[in-house]
């Protein structure tokens, strides 16, 4: 890594160094370079290319030059030229047959689908092992209750694996989205200048082999499949795609990472993400536990809908056959958009496997604001007993202003204690009866069954080829 110069952190920083390699220039040049050779071996078999020239090529496949490619491109402008112009002059028998009848985009186009698609591979095992620790820690958590909140307030109790349900929900239809997509990225083809293959019918006329048999053989070295009609480009649509499903699951841990660092802040101290024995939180307060993983995800995540959004303008603006106004941010969005993936998810699995829970403070929580979830049951049965239910409504409302205020104080919680002193609730509900029902462990529902289905389910889809 050379830091004399401006380099993206996602060149060193951001993502696996098996990505990082994957679209680095010297892989991309060499992919061309086993484009060109698939195009040879396909027209050796159809008598264009003799075996002299395609060993030849073949030979010399891999000596890549990117200095030389660079000052040839300097002079012509083209950077796929200049590198058939560094391969040629390698391959001196061979070389007159690189890249005959094809357009930049057969190739081009080719290598990219190839790597993205290379790179989906990496991520999704990712997003998998993700959902695995997520089932994990769903169903060991299903039936701790703790308080739920709505617009930042105590609301009624739920469980934390109920909780995390949530999130996991959310990243399986991530999940499902990205394996549609790739099932549905589909390479230009090898069809020449505007997709008609006409410059290779030319070439291939009088034989028995046809373009659709050429493009298949080049296509099969590279386990791709071409869409059955494309212009100089494989759709552009593609991209946006692609790009959005990255900036679902970017929005899905988002979301996860954003709770655990309200969840962990002092005020509620229930839910936090792993902190290392030498870990520093602060340059000047060294007691600092900041949610450091957390706060990166919700960052580098900020990036995706971005790229997203210049992939929608390519395919938008993308005008008849072909413009060349997608090329050069296409350079960018597409390997910074899996980088970025790649690292939000690795942050997710870290900060999902160390998940630190305070249970001691979750029954705090639970003991101080629990109770009033259990006031809309009170209120029913009172009602249902006989009682008015106005009037009811603002005797409860009264002595739950009232347990607020104590709270504030710093008290423990009374409102069983107001409510069960209350005559006109008295005369209708027993007061057993009444902290029974503001025992917020009890008003939970079925959440911890929905939960430990959810994780049943989330261990079926991922054992599923």
Same mark, same amino acid.
């Given at each position: 890594?050379?830091?004399?110069?401006?380099?993206?952190?996602?060149?060193?920083?951001?993502?696996?160094?098996?990505?990082?390699?994957?679209?680095?220039?010297?892989?991309?040049?060499?992919?061309?370079?086993?484009?060109?050779?698939?195009?040879?071996?396909?027209?050796?078999?159809?008598?264009?290319?003799?075996?002299?020239?395609?060993?030849?090529?073949?030979?010399?496949?891999?000596? =890549?030059?990117?200095?030389?490619?660079?000052?040839?491109?300097?002079?012509?402008?083209?950077?796929?030229?200049?590198? =058939?112009? !560094?391969?040629?002059?390698?391959?001196?028998?061979?070389?007159?047959?690189?890249?005959?009848?094809? &357009?930049?985009?057969?190739?081009?186009?080719? !290598?990219?689908?190839?790597? %993205?698609?290379?790179?989906?591979? !990496?991520?999704?095992?990712?997003?998998?092992?993700?959902? $695995?620790?997520?089932?994990?820690?769903?169903?060991?958590?299903?039936?701790?209750?703790?308080?739920?909140?709505?617009?930042?307030?105590?609301?009624?109790?739920?469980?934390?694996?109920?909780?995390?349900? *949530?999130?996991?929900?959310? %990243?399986?239809?991530?999940? #499902?989205?990205?394996?549609?997509? $790739?099932?549905?990225?589909?390479?230009?083809?090898?069809?020449?200048?505007?997709?008609?293959?006409?410059?290779?019918?030319? *070439?291939?006329?009088?034989?028995?082999?046809?373009?659709?048999?050429?493009?298949?053989?080049?296509?099969?070295?590279?386990?791709?499949?071409?869409?059955?009609?494309?212009?100089?480009?494989?759709?552009?649509?593609?991209?946006?795609?692609?790009?959005?499903?990255?900036?679902?699951?970017?929005?899905?841990?988002?979301?996860?990472?954003?709770?655990?660092? %309200?969840?962990?802040?002092?005020?509620?101290?229930?839910?936090?993400?792993?902190?290392?024995?030498?870990?520093?939180?602060?340059?000047?307060?060294?007691?600092?536990?900041?949610?450091?993983?957390?706060?990166?995800?919700?960052?580098?995540?900020?990036?995706?809908?971005?790229?997203?959004?210049?992939?929608?303008?390519?395919?938008?603006?993308?005008?008849?056959?072909?413009?060349?106004?997608?090329?050069?941010?296409?350079?960018?969005?597409?390997?910074?958009?899996?980088?970025?993936?790649?690292?939000?998810?690795? *942050?997710?699995?870290?900060?999902? $496997?160390?998940?630190?829970?305070?249970?001691?403070? =979750?029954?705090?929580?639970?003991?101080?604001?629990?109770?009033? #979830?259990? &006031?809309? &049951?009170?209120?029913?049965?009172?009602?249902?007993?006989?009682?008015?239910?106005?009037?009811?409504?603002?005797?409860?409302? $009264?002595?739950?202003?009232?347990?607020?205020?104590?709270?504030?104080?710093?008290?423990?919680?009374?409102?069983?204690?107001?409510?069960?002193?209350?005559?006109?609730?008295?005369?209708?509900?027993?007061?057993?009866?009444?902290?029974?029902? *503001?025992?917020?462990? &009890?008003?939970?529902?079925?959440?911890?069954?929905?939960?430990?289905?959810?994780?049943?389910?989330?261990?079926?889809?991922?054992?599923?080829?």
């Amino acid at each position: 890594m050379n830091h004399e110069s401006y380099a993206s952190p996602f060149s060193w920083r951001y993502g696996r160094e098996e990505l990082r390699k994957l679209f680095a220039e010297r892989e991309r040049r060499r992919l061309w370079r086993a484009v060109w050779v698939a195009l040879a071996e396909s027209q050796s078999r159809s008598g264009l290319v003799s075996e002299a020239e395609l060993a030849d090529i073949k030979a010399h496949a891999s000596e =890549i030059d990117i200095d030389a490619a660079l000052e040839i491109e300097r002079e012509i402008g083209h950077d796929l030229m200049a590198e =058939i112009r !560094v391969f040629a002059s390698q391959a001196k028998v061979g070389g007159g047959k690189i890249h005959l009848g094809a &357009t930049s985009m057969d190739v081009e186009d080719t !290598v990219e689908m190839f790597r %993205v698609r290379k790179a989906l591979d !990496v991520i999704l095992p990712s997003v998998d092992q993700l959902l $695995r620790v997520f089932a994990e820690q769903i169903a060991r958590w299903s039936r701790l209750v703790c308080m739920g909140y709505t617009h930042l307030q105590p609301a009624e109790p739920t469980t934390v694996g109920y909780r995390l349900a *949530l999130y996991a929900q959310d %990243v399986l239809l991530d999940r #499902a989205h990205l394996h549609f997509v $790739r099932d549905n990225l589909t390479a230009k083809g090898i069809r020449g200048a505007v997709g008609t293959s006409a410059t290779y019918s030319d *070439l291939l006329a009088g034989g028995t082999r046809t373009p659709r048999q050429q493009e298949e053989e080049v296509l099969s070295a590279f386990h791709l499949r071409a869409s059955e009609v494309s212009s100089q480009t494989y759709p552009r649509k593609l991209d946006y795609l692609l790009l959005s499903a990255l900036a679902g699951l970017g929005a899905s841990l988002s979301k996860f990472a954003l709770d655990v660092r %309200v969840l962990s802040s002092p005020a509620i101290g229930e839910m936090f993400e792993p902190f290392g024995e030498h870990q520093v939180g602060s340059s000047t307060m060294p007691f600092k536990r900041n949610p450091i993983l957390s706060e990166r995800i919700g960052s580098i995540a900020r990036l995706l809908p971005a790229y997203a959004d210049v992939a929608f303008a390519n395919a938008a603006t993308n005008m008849l056959e072909r413009t060349l106004d997608d090329s050069a941010n296409r350079r960018t969005i597409l390997p910074e958009a899996l980088l970025c993936t790649d690292e939000i998810v690795g *942050l997710a699995l870290r900060v999902a $496997r160390g998940l630190r829970i305070d249970e001691g403070r =979750i029954l705090q929580n639970l003991r101080t604001f629990g109770p009033f #979830a259990g &006031t809309e &049951t009170v209120m029913t049965m009172a009602a249902k007993a006989g009682g008015n239910r106005q009037e009811l409504h603002e005797s409860i409302r $009264r002595a739950s202003m009232q347990a607020w205020e104590a709270i504030a104080r710093g008290e423990v919680n009374p409102l069983a204690h107001y409510l069960a002193d209350d005559e006109s609730i008295l005369q209708y509900v027993d007061p057993a009866e009444i902290r029974s029902r *503001l025992d917020p462990s &009890t008003h939970v529902g079925d959440a911890a069954e929905r939960a430990e289905n959810l994780a049943k389910q989330i261990m079926e889809t991922i054992a599923t080829p």
